[in-house]
């Protein structure tokens, strides 16, 4: 009997010691609990850039008659209508809202007009041109007391028997920070010559509206780098 027990109590000995072996075997495994912070998110900014888009679009196209005093202009804006009509339709439709849109969407807008960080915020276009050129208060509900419009009232081409094609652009700032309710509007343009635009053929129209957003882009910059807006 002695040696039965102590067959016993070896086997005992052996069953424990696997036990533990395979308890710290698995949680050698098991993964290490990890801890992760996740950081704050920024937070949004509290100035507002309110932007509106044009639908104009005017096209205008000049030979040397121009150069004759009043019956010489006369006769060729006789002798360019058609085609000025046809170019400022297709005008409205290459640089319509959407595409002004996307083309400022590339933009630091804020940086561009030296504001501080801004949630910029695009509008619906306005018609009435007593509005968006001559109203000094807000076109929009925002209630933000830093607050500044951006309002694009021109796409004009031109051709010039000289200067030859060109699209120009016509911008509003509108500053109301420190909470007004009327500013001043302060008025600027760009212009930049054409090559592409408006295209000859329809295989060229895809270069020809791409070259249009560029110089819109172009006419954007150049009037904001002339256009103060002091901080507040």
Sequence with gaps: MPKMNTHITAAAVAISCALSGAA???EASAPAATTTTEAAA????????HVFPTI???AQTTGWLSGFGAIGAI???SANKNRNVGDAAYLKEALGPAMQV???????????LKL?????????PIADRNVTTKAGNRLSTSTAPCYVELIVTQNLYTKRPIYGRALN???IVKDFRTGKTKTELKKGRGGNGLTLFPPKTTEEA???????????????LEFAGTTTTAAK
């Design 24 to 26: 710290l075997a698995q």
């Design 42 to 49: 920024p937070a949004a900014p509290t100035c507002e850039l």
């Design 56 to 58: 104009e679009g005017q």
């Design 75 to 77: 006769a060729d804006a």
């Design 102 to 112: 996307e083309a400022l969407k590339a933009l630091d807008l804020a940086t561009a």
């Design 116 to 124: 501080p960080a801004s949630q910029v915020v695009f509008e619906t």
């Design 169 to 171: 652009n016509r911008f």
């Design 206 to 220: 895809a270069a020809a509206e791409k070259e249009l957003q560029e110089v819109f882009t172009k006419n954007f």
